[in-house]
């Protein structure tokens, strides 16, 4: 859909500017869904879309929240309205949005109500799947937030009653996005409201996830994610446990047991779960960061190579024959190869463009990602239970080098110009040197 005053994450040309007004009144705004209190997820989820001004009214703000507000940076950001004076003062735009804090939402779901409102007046969000809920979220004329205020201050419960209250004309209502959108209310626990964060969040990320890791890791991640997410562990922890058992695993492989083996590759089916359940929690608490993406990723690549490493040292250990032996040097040799492919060719150019390997809108390399996946780590299952692990090294040795040329074939149709195209419009690289008259040398 599309993102009216950029709500979500939009261009910088499209951010929004509509102040925002966050009314914590209610006991619910403190409920922790995904690690957080509502109320603190809601000002994080705003500053991330863009929102220039966060201004809160809260009739007594916690210390916990009010800490977690300033460990993260946004405490000094945000405005405190303490009655109709400040909202007066506060009151620099012709419109506000005005939104109540025990809720979870995407802010691109508000998008259809941005937007300018006649003075004096307001205009209430309707929820797409509960169009009968309590309102929670509105565009108000400036004019009329000091007398809003002015009602959460004598008591009023929340967002809906104090507009009735105000009895100031409204504009029709708008319906809002298909984005999340979950009021915490009798029907709505915050655990319920965890589990749609995170379906969320899985929804937005399908695109990079393996075939397999899509239809199995993640419901096991999920659920460990839905604990995981309430205790104090950061995930750059949960990245160094993913790391340290599947290089645990790769050591199994190495062993000539079979017992040992299947540890290992089970020990494996675990470090990729782990994986992720590392960027479940970091986005569910807005917790990335550079330097978490860099360890997950210097991580992932140290886990693939150990365990083929792993593999073909256990098979050689165990009498592998001499084709086999070549062809565990072929399989690691291709998987070096078509790690450094996936990194010049597609990883690299991804976080470069996005900043974010789930947040590309282009296909492509989510079907690369998918591909490169630990999905293999199913296979290397079914291997291991038959005991017959050599077949799959002689079946990955011709795999991988078959993915590293596909992504160099891929890189260079990309680069080849469209059909049609001059071959002066390439810049001049690589061109055909030119005779008088245009015409070829001899």
């Known amino acids: ?130 169009p009968d809920a309590d309102t929670r979220v509105a565009v108000c004329s400036a004019t009329i937030v000091p007398a809003l205020v002015a009602r959460f201050s004598a008591g009023s419960p929340s967002l809906a009653r ?20 979950l009021p915490l209310d009798g029907t709505r626990s915050p655990r319920l409201l965890t589990h749609g964060l995170l379906a969320d969040l899985a929804r937005r990320t399908a695109q990079s996830d393996g075939y397999l890791a899509a239809r199995l890791d993640r419901h096991v991640s999920r659920f460990l994610s839905t604990v995981l997410v309430g205790w104090p562990v950061t995930p750059n922890q949960i990245t160094v446990a993913s790391i340290i058992v599947g290089l645990a695993g790769a050591a199994m492989l190495a062993t000539v047991s079979y017992g040992g083996r299947l540890a290992g590759v089970l020990a494996l089916i675990v470090s990729s779960i782990l994986d992720g359940v590392d960027g479940e929690v970091a986005r569910a608490r807005f917790e990335e960061s550079p330097g978490g993406a860099r360890l997950d990723l210097a991580g992932d690549y140290a886990a693939h190579l150990a365990t083929f490493v792993g593999l073909g040292i256990g098979l050689a250990r165990g009498g592998l024959p001499r084709t086999g032996v070549w062809a565990a040097v072929a399989l690691v040799a291709g998987v070096g190869a078509a790690m450094a492919a996936m990194h010049a060719l597609v990883v690299r150019p991804t976080l470069t463009t996005t900043g974010d390997l789930h947040g590309s809108t282009d296909t492509a390399p989510g079907v690369v990602q998918r591909l490169a996946g630990r999905d293999y780590t199913y296979l290397l299952l079914l291997f291991a239970l038959v005991g017959h692990l050599e077949w799959f090294v002689y079946a990955a040795a011709v795999g991988s080098w078959v993915f590293a040329l596909g992504l160099l074939v ?33």
């Open 1 to 130: 859909m599309s993102r009216v005053d950029g709500v979500g994450e939009a261009p910088s040309a499209e951010r929004p500017t509509m102040p925002v007004l966050i009314v914590a009144v209610s006991p619910g705004c403190l409920a922790r869904v995904g690690g957080l209190p509502l109320v603190v997820r809601a000002v994080l989820a705003l500053r991330a879309a863009g929102f220039p001004e966060i201004a809160m009214f809260a009739r007594s703000p916690t210390e916990a929240a009010v800490a977690l507000l300033t460990g993260r940076g946004v405490e000094r950001e945000l405005r405190w309205i303490h009655g109709a004076v400040d909202a007066t003062a506060a009151a620099g735009s012709d419109a506000v949005l005005v939104l109540s804090a025990d809720l979870l939402f995407d802010p691109r779901a508000l998008s259809p109500l941005v937007g300018p409102v006649r003075a004096g007046a307001m205009r209430l969000g309707i929820a797409r799947a509960a």
């Open 410 to 442: 891929r890189a260079a149709v990309r680069r080849r110009p469209p059909l049609g195209q001059s071959a002066g419009a390439t810049g001049g690289a690589g061109m055909v040197s030119q005779g008088r008259n245009g015409a070829p040398p001899r």
């Open 162 to 181: 104090a507009l009735r209250e105000i009895g100031a004309p409204t504009e029709p209502p708008r319906v809002l996005g298909p984005e999340l959108y």
